[in-house]
Nanobody, 123 residues
Framework: VQLQASGGGLVEAGGSLRLSCGSSGLTFSSDSMGWFRQAPGKEREFVAV????????YYADSVKGRFTISRDNTKNTVYLQMNSLKPEDTALYYCARATTAWPTRVEADFGSWGQGTLVTVSS
């Protein structure tokens, strides 16, 4: 069972994209969910996390104020709204389900991962 991330694409700097993450075989309405990204030649890094209720969200400093994570538990979907995109946001973006009861930034605390969706920001 995997998560499916979608919504990536090519956008100019300053533009916006909205990523979505869902699953046909996994219900995650009771779990914290996160987004990570991996740029070419770099390690995967934390982007954002949201608690199961949606009331608590945390962001990497590099995206704070530009990205917004949200969820719709009735649709079993998590979103990442990305605004004011920069070339350095270019990466493969992954959604993941946390194995902890609390929102976490630690990659090792996430047990289910999607296949990734590519975001390319041109300058």
């Amino acid at each position: 069972v995997q998560l499916q991330a979608s919504g990536g694409g090519l956008v100019e700097a300053g533009g916006s994209l909205r990523l979505s993450c869902g699953s046909s075989g996994l219900t995650f309405s009771s779990d914290s969910m996160g987004w990570f990204r991996q740029a070419p030649g770099k390690e995967r890094e934390f982007v954002a996390v949201i608690s199961w209720s949606g009331r608590n969200t945390y962001y990497a400093d590099s995206v704070k104020g530009r990205f917004t994570i949200s969820r719709d538990n009735t649709k079993n979907t998590v979103y990442l709204q990305m605004n004011s995109l920069k070339p350095e946001d270019t990466a493969l973006y992954y959604c993941a389900r946390a194995t902890t009861a609390w929102p976490t930034r630690v990659e090792a605390d996430f047990g289910s991962w999607g296949q990734g969706t590519l975001v390319t920001v041109s300058s």
